[in-house]
């Protein structure tokens, strides 16, 4: 006799339910299925080495020699190059009876002034020359009380022997000295002649005449004195 009461469904919610667990409980016999049937994965095992020294770096084929390499220091700027530059002055040639110029060089720093270039000038020409073949008319004992270059020439001032001794000869000669190496620098500069601070006018026993200002065409034009050769 068959029987003809009808089944119960389960409630909706539960078949969502039992459905959920049912693809979770496959997905999860297949994972387990497949990691059962696949070969693991190698694993590389490196062994470590110990190497005795220093490590050789990555891409050198040979290890560094222990040979240092020598470096010079650099040099000390604080410490400048000694470099000159030459200047001329003029001594009195000994060969003849006329006046003649005979110029010579000498160092100067490259970085010094015109003014402190012509005081060195001065300096060496108070002197006195120490070669052969030239002399001075410039007394012994005279000194350089000051130098100047201005706007309207270069101020010399000497003290008083520059005017002691000699004939019109010396007294000539030492005026073209003092010219020609006061305008070393500048062949056209007028010189301002002073002697212990007071405008030279007269030169020596003999009243020589000494204009102010005195350019190197004037010892030419008034005392016969021509041009020397360059120095050498």
Known sequence: MEDKTPRRRPPLGILVALAA?????????????WRAISPPEP???????????????????EAPTGESIEVPD?????????????????????????????????????????????????TNLMSGPDSAGVATGIPEPTELLALSVESDGVHVNLSEDFTFGGGSASMIGRLAQVI???????????VWLDVEGEPLTLLGGEGLIVSQPMTRSDVAAEF??????EAE
């Open 180 to 190: 020609y190496t006061a305008t070393a620098l500048d062949p056209d500069a007028p």
């Open 21 to 33: 667990i049912v693809l979770s409980a496959g997905s999860a016999t297949a994972w387990f299925t």
């Open 224 to 229: 016969g004195v021509e041009a020397p050769s």
């Open 74 to 122: 650099p040099p000390d700027p604080g410490v400048a190059a000694n470099s000159t530059e030459s200047r001329t002055l003029y001594w009195l040639s000994t060969e003849g009876t006329e006046v003649a110029l005979n110029p010579a060089t000498f160092e100067v720093p490259a970085d010094a002034t015109d003014a402190e270039a012509l005081a060195i000038a001065f």
């Open 43 to 61: 694993i590389v095992d490196f062994p470590e080495i110990d190497i005795d020294g220093e490590t050789i770096p990555e891409g050198i084929d």
